[in-house]
Each structure stands twice: as C-alpha cells, then as structure tokens.
C-alpha cells in the first residue's frame, strides 16, 4: 500500500516561497508519476501540476512560471517549489501518485495524501 506525506505547508507573505515536499514509502516510488493539487474553501480540487516517472512535467496556467515540481528518486520524494506566491495559491496542497500514462487529470491518481495547509497573507 502506498503511503504519502506532505509537509512544509505554512504562513507566507504574498511574493514570498515555500517548497513542500511529499514523501512516499510502500512502492516502486521510481515508476510513479506524482501529482500535486490543491483545495481552497469551497472550490472544487484542482490540478497544480505533475511530473511523469520519467521526468516530464505539466502545470495549470495559473502556476506556470512560479511553482516548480521536482523529484529525488533516491529519496522517494517530490517537491513543489513555489515562488511569487499569491492569496489565490492559499489552499489545503495534496500530493498523489498516478500509475496511468497520463499525469495531468484527477482522475490519472490513485493514491492520496492527508494534505499541507499554505496560507499565504496579502
């Protein structure tokens, strides 16, 4: 069973950054394609981008530019760099991993983790 851990949520000024990190343990962490969303207060989850096993990326336009997805195989890890933050980025932040070959829907995810909070203050 495949088991993740998101932290490094917090409190961020706007235009300030923050990198959250997910942790994974119970599979082939090399062969997933890991996803990161996020959740506001009566939004819908949405898409914030995802990098494939092999290293591609995808990103929603409303990140592209200023969140960065990275991950250490060695370390069974993947990172959200997010840079120029904004109060529209503020949201619950959740990571998943993907077994399909496409890594950039709700749907593509199988596993969940318990999610990050990241405020961020005008």
């Known amino acids: 069973q495949v088991q993740l851990v998101e932290s490094g949520g917090g409190l961020v000024q706007a235009g300030g950054s923050l990198r959250l990190s997910c942790a994974a343990s119970?599979?082939?962490?090399?062969?997933?394609?890991m996803g990161w969303f996020r959740q506001a207060p009566g939004n819908e989850q949405e898409f914030v981008g995802g990098i494939s096993w092999s290293g591609g990326s995808a990103y929603a336009d409303s990140v592209k530019g200023r969140f960065t997805i990275s991950r250490d195989n060695a370390k069974n890890t993947v990172y959200l760099q997010m840079n120029n933050l904004k109060p529209e980025d503020a949201a619950v932040y959740y990571c998943?991993?993907?077994?399909?070959?496409?890594?950039?829907?709700?749907?593509?995810?199988?596993?969940w983790g318990p999610g990050t909070q990241v405020t961020v203050s005008s």
């Open positions: 998943a991993v993907g077994l399909r070959t496409s890594y950039i829907s709700i749907r593509d995810y199988d596993y």
């Open positions: 119970g599979g082939p962490f090399r062969i997933y394609n």
